[in-house]
């Protein structure tokens, strides 16, 4: 007896319909591979915040108003020269005034003594407050016919919520404060009498 190996040889055709469909098989895995490690990434990435917050501060419309406007009296004038007048707020009503430069001295005339400014806030209690003032007022001289100006600068505040010279200041339990506004008056040399005013801006907002 012959021993015989049987080999069976597909055709052609039928070989390439197999290798085209294991191909495509492949190519499915691949594809759904692709697909879920997509996903994966996807969700691995995802950051969640649970406790994110949000607020609101509701507050008062502040009201400023003033008591009495700064006023450095009645000022003699003892000669032509230049003179500079200090009026420094504190905890009196009147403030402290004193001469700084010049031969002018300050004299009380008819009672119509130097006094600070004064101004009230109004707000919600508690709350801390800042003030804006300009760098110079200008007052012009009033009834003449020639115009006449001079400056106040160095522009100071004492708070009463502080009690101590200043730029903000804190309201109370009831929503309120006061502050006093000093400064420097400047009296240039030859510097005409006569009754000098002017108007400007004071701000007051929360901080």
């Known amino acids: 007896m012959f021993a015989a190996d049987l080999k069976t040889d597909l055709p052609k055709s039928t070989k390439t319909k197999n290798m ?100 009230t806030v109004k707000g919600s209690k508690h709350s801390g407050y800042a003030v804006t003032l300009p760098s110079t007022i200008t007052v012009n001289s009033t009834g003449s016919a020639n115009i006449d100006e001079m400056t106040i600068d160095n522009l100071k505040l004492y708070f009463s919520s502080t ?3 200043d730029t903000a200041g804190k309201l109370d339990k009831k929503g309120d404060d006061t502050f006093k506004l000093g400064g420097t008056l400047n009296i240039g040399a030859d510097q005409g009498d006569g009754l000098y005013a002017g108007t400007f801006t004071i701000s007051v907002d929360y901080n």
């Open 20 to 119: 085209k469909k294991n191909l495509l098989t492949l190519a499915t895995i691949l594809t759904i591979g692709f697909f879920t490690n997509s996903t994966v990434a996807q969700s691995t990435t995802k950051s969640e915040l649970t406790n994110a917050t949000a607020s609101a501060h509701l507050v008062q419309p502040m009201i400023l108003e003033e008591t009495n406007g700064l006023d450095f009296g009645t000022i003699l004038l003892t000669d032509k020269l230049a003179g500079k007048f200090l009026l420094t707020p504190d905890a009196s009503d009147d403030g402290v005034l004193t001469v700084t430069e010049g031969g002018n001295s300050a004299a009380s005339v008819g009672g119509h003594k130097a006094k600070v400014g004064l101004y």
């Open 163 to 165: 009690s101590k010279i």
